[in-house]
Nanobody, 125 residues
């Protein structure tokens, strides 16, 4: 499956953005989709994941309550709604797909075989 991320941009602190990740090819019920980000000089950071067949969601404590992942089956698209953005949220955001999502290591980039190209999010203070 190929992934195309979009929706990044420049936003002021406190604002919101919704990222989209469109998947080409069929997404089977065994799939899971995730969002990660990488800020300059930092490691890739897990943000959210969703199990495709039942829409179970997973978040790290660092973004819980601010970020929401969702999916649209008909459009083969996963979204990341980001609210109350902070300057430290500035990064390149990536979506990823895991064809055999177990829900055990959803936070690990190595679980995801397919990656989108990334979309830049810049939050100004």
């Amino acid at each position: 499956v190929q992934l195309q991320a979009s929706g990044g941009g420049l936003v002021q602190a406190g604002g919101s953005l919704r990222l989209s990740c469109a998947a080409s090819g069929r997404i089977f019920s065994s799939y899971g989709m995730g969002w990660f980000r990488r800020a300059p000089g930092k490691e890739r950071e897990f943000l959210a994941a969703i199990r495709w067949y039942d829409a179970s969601t997973y978040y790290p404590d660092s973004v819980k309550g601010r970020f929401t992942i969702s999916r649209d089956n008909a459009k083969n698209t996963v979204y990341l709604q980001m609210n109350s953005l902070k300057p430290e949220d500035t990064a390149v955001y990536y979506c990823a797909a895991d064809s055999l999502f177990s829900g055990n290591y959803y936070y690990s980039p190595t679980e995801y075989a397919s990656w989108g190209q990334g979309t830049q999010v810049t939050v100004s203070s």
